[in-house]
């Protein structure tokens, strides 16, 4: 278990099939430019990059000299692009071919989990009224994490497969998820904020629809403010 309350997983398999299915899509012959701009959208060019060198990728898309520097540490000796800013919405279209599979997850677990009887006022600014008696849990992550008080409220999270609704405005440090219908769940459980657990995904589009933002606006704080560690769950 990481020693920080919340982390970021990368899974560089998925990313590896990423490239095998933009190859696939583009055919024979045809070279991949790596587009790494803003730490490589949040998931960290020192991670991405070694997966993306080992499989071949001709050239690599930068916005800053630190991504440059970063992508040359890694063992890449062939051409480097610098890109004009911005248009992130382009390399977003990108991700609607077919097969590409999300890299990402936000992670953190619960630290706490208090039963409140029907009518108590919960979270910051006590702004949340029971209408029944719940199970609430306290997960360590807030805004200062990335995780936008815009999303308190609204979004949802998973907790052993299934959602749950985040119920009050965050604090800066704490988020409090509904947990009456997991009876199961016990402190340290797994909670997903972004991504997939069993069967279940928190996707782009969710936490669009919750926050009213595109979702990069919020991953790639999240590479920013939280520890990252690479993984491989796909082939």
């Known amino acids: 278990m990481s020693a920080s309350a919340a982390w970021v997983e990368v899974d560089t398999g998925a990313v590896a099939h990423n490239l095998g299915a933009v190859r696939d899509a ?35 898309g930068v916005t800053s000299n630190e991504e440059a520097r970063t992508v040359r540490a890694t063992g890449f000796a062939g051409r480097i692009l610098r890109l004009r800013a911005a248009l992130r919405e382009e390399v977003e279209d990108a991700a609607g071919l ?50 936008q ?24 440090n704490t988020l409090l998820v509904d947990v009456t219908c997991a009876e199961d769940a016990v402190i340290g459980d ?14 782009g589009a969710d936490l669009e629809h919750a926050s009213g933002q595109i979702a990069a606006n919020l991953y790639t704080s999240w590479g920013r403010l939280l520890p990252r560690r690479a993984i491989s769950l796909s082939a």
């Open 149 to 172: 008080r815009a999303l308190g409220g609204r979004a949802e999270v998973l907790v052993r497969g299934r959602r749950m609704p985040v119920v009050d405005r965050l604090a800066m």
């Open 98 to 147: 077919a097969g590409l599979r999300p890299a990402m997850r936000l992670v953190s677990r619960i630290a706490a989990i208090s039963a409140y009887p029907a009518g108590r006022t919960v979270g910051y600014d006590r702004t949340h009224r029971l209408d029944a008696p719940a199970r609430l849990a306290a997960v360590p992550l807030g805004y200062a994490d990335g995780y």
């Open 190 to 203: 797994e909670v997903v904020l972004y991504g997939a657990q069993g069967a279940e995904r928190i996707s």
């Open 26 to 60: 583009l055919g024979p012959g045809a070279h991949v430019c790596a587009v790494v701009k803003a730490d490589a959208y949040g998931h960290g060019v020192d991670l991405v990059a070694p997966t993306l060198i080992a499989r071949g990728v001709e050239s690599f």
